[in-house]
């Protein structure tokens, strides 16, 4: 079982940006893929990115042209570049696996809020 942990989540003013790190135990080389999600309290939750391990990339509608995963295999790594945050992008984001998913394993996540 791979263990992820997420970071870099604090509060940020609309139009702000914020970088989440994911540092994963073992070689994320070896997943296939690699997805970020996010939950707003009371709302289900959400795929807001994604990268294959040929790096490449989806992301929802929502966070299309602000949002940029990458990964960085060496360091075992998946970041998450967020700018022109709006007050929607609040939500817990977790860092996770297919395999994870189906398993139903959710780490703590890292909290993103962007007031004014």
């Known amino acids: 079982q791979v263990q992820l942990v997420e970071s870099g989540g604090g509060l940020v003013q609309p139009g702000g940006s914020l970088r989440l790190s994911c540092a994963a135990s073992g070689s994320i080389s070896s997943i296939n893929a690699v997805g970020w999600y996010r939950q707003a309290p009371g709302k289900q939750r959400e795929l807001v990115a994604a990268i294959s391990s040929g790096g490449s990339t989806n992301y929802a509608d929502s966070v299309k042209g602000r949002f940029t995963i990458s990964r960085d295999n060496a360091k075992n790594t998946v970041l998450l570049q967020m700018n022109s945050l709006k007050p929607e992008d609040t939500a817990v984001y977790y860092c996770?696996?297919?395999?994870?998913?189906?398993?139903?394993?959710w780490g703590q996540g890292t909290q993103v809020t962007v007031s004014s």
């Open positions: 996770t696996t297919p395999m994870l998913v189906a398993q139903g394993y």
